[in-house]
């Protein structure tokens, strides 16, 4: 591709051209640990960037918006917008970790702490 | 619904304290991943803080947030955020703070002023915390009651010493955490 023989563009530029100069996500606010699903396939991909569909193929199995943004090699925040993007799209769901989410019980703790000394 | 969404929880503890402290080196001596450092691009809110004085303002800058990650069973994590060390990123805390288990402030012997700010923060907060007096080498051991008083930190907040670099001993700061915050939810729920 003559794409690839310029210099690689500045991290900066990159993050611009990804999200179109947008720092925030559309929607309601959603957590760096969130846990994102896809829950559906575009039927058209025009309007969404190989970083959109990267990101899609990646949360075909639970996983939380900071492991998509170090495997997209994204900051947090411009990943958040590309998620943003899908969720607004229905492709996928964006559900809050658990303390935010209120349930962090009993057992939870429990779990955790047992987890924890097993390490 | 679905059942691996429901059963998936993501479980945030921050690690916070001055620059230099250990954040990364405790991060890292826990996590099952080399601890990621993300580049954020911030805008406005970091810009105005800048100080610009006679330069055209920065419309972007960017700060590292490093994070660790460990796997406790599929679909149970637990995130460990190194809070960004300097004040003038104090909002980052505030949006990384919220819905957190907890946190773990990391102090110095020999700076212990450093530590004033988290420790203030999370109480301010009510956010569940804990001071882990990190011992780097030849730093002078103290009294844990003098570092008690010198950082204001109630009765209730435990307060032990560790090597940041020691998996085992990061570890049992973490359980120690965990039991404190599981407490504070109990003392909340009566």
Same mark, same amino acid.
Not at chain 2, 169 to 184: C, F, I, P, Y
């Given at each position: 591709?003559?794409?690839?023989?310029?210099?690689?563009?500045?991290?900066?530029?990159?993050?611009?051209?990804?999200?179109?100069?947008?720092?925030?996500?559309?929607?309601?606010?959603?957590?760096?640990?969130?846990?994102?699903?896809? !829950?559906?396939? *575009?039927?058209?991909? @025009? $309007?969404?960037?190989? /970083?959109?569909?990267?990101?899609?193929? &990646?949360?075909?199995?639970?996983?939380?918006?900071?492991?998509?943004?170090?495997?997209?090699?994204?900051?947090?925040?411009?990943?958040?917008?590309?998620?943003?993007?899908?969720?607004?799209?229905?492709?996928?769901? !964006?559900?809050? *970790?658990?303390?935010? @989410? $209120?349930?962090?019980? /009993?057992?939870?703790?429990?779990?955790? &702490?047992?987890?924890?000394?097993?390490? | 619904?679905?059942?691996?969404?429901?059963?998936?929880?993501?479980?945030?503890?921050?690690?916070?304290?001055?620059?230099?402290?250990?954040?990364?080196?405790?991060?890292?001596?826990?996590?099952?991943?080399?601890?990621?450092?993300?580049?954020?691009?911030?805008?406005?809110?970091?810009?105005?803080?800048?100080?610009?004085?006679?330069?055209?303002?920065?419309?972007?800058?960017?700060?590292?947030?490093?994070?660790?990650?460990?796997?406790?069973?599929?679909?149970?994590?637990?995130?460990?955020?190194?809070?960004?060390?300097?004040?003038?990123?104090?909002?980052?805390?505030?949006?990384?703070?919220?819905?957190?288990?907890?946190?773990?402030?990391?102090?110095?012997?020999?700076?212990?002023?450093?530590?004033?700010?988290?420790?203030?923060?999370?109480?301010?907060?009510?956010?569940?915390?804990?001071?882990?007096?990190?011992?780097?080498?030849?730093?002078?051991?103290?009294?844990?009651?003098?570092?008690?008083?010198?950082?204001?930190?109630?009765?209730?907040?435990?307060?032990?010493?560790?090597?940041?670099?020691?998996?085992?001993?990061?570890?049992?700061?973490?359980?120690?955490?965990?039991?404190?915050?599981?407490?504070?939810?109990?003392?909340?729920?009566?």
């Amino acid at each position: 591709m003559a794409a690839d023989e310029d210099p690689e563009p500045g991290p900066l530029v990159r993050m611009f051209a990804v999200t179109g100069g947008r720092a925030r996500p559309v929607g309601e606010a959603f957590d760096v640990i969130a846990v994102v699903t896809t !829950i559906g396939m *575009p039927y058209d991909q @025009a $309007g969404l960037s190989p /970083e959109h569909l990267a990101a899609l193929r &990646l949360a075909t199995r639970p996983i939380t918006v900071a492991d998509i943004g170090t495997r997209l090699r994204l900051p947090l925040n411009i990943t958040r917008v590309l998620l943003g993007d899908l969720r607004r799209e229905g492709l996928v769901s !964006i559900d809050p *970790p658990a303390a935010t @989410a $209120g349930v962090l019980n /009993e057992r939870i703790y429990q779990e955790v &702490l047992n987890g924890l000394r097993a390490l | 619904m679905d059942y691996a969404r429901s059963d998936t929880l993501a479980i945030k503890i921050l690690i916070a304290g001055g620059f230099g402290v250990g954040k990364t080196t405790m991060v890292s001596a826990v996590s099952e991943i080399q601890p990621l450092s993300t580049e954020e691009l911030l805008s406005d809110r970091g810009a105005r803080v800048d100080d610009t004085s006679g330069v055209e303002a920065k419309t972007t800058t960017t700060v590292a947030l490093d994070f660790g990650r460990i796997t406790l069973r599929e679909g149970l994590w637990i995130y460990l955020f190194g809070t960004p060390g300097q004040d003038r990123f104090w909002f980052m805390w505030d949006e990384l703070a919220i819905g957190a288990l907890g946190a773990v402030v990391l102090a110095d012997t020999r700076r212990l002023g450093d530590a004033f700010p988290a420790v203030d923060f999370f109480e301010q907060r009510r956010i569940p915390y804990m001071v882990a007096v990190n011992l780097f080498d030849g730093a002078r051991r103290h009294d844990p009651a003098v570092i008690r008083r010198a950082l204001a930190v109630p009765a209730h907040v435990p307060l032990v010493p560790c090597d940041a670099r020691d998996r085992e001993s990061a570890k049992e700061v973490l359980l120690t955490l965990v039991r404190h915050a599981r407490e504070m939810s109990r003392v909340g729920a009566n």
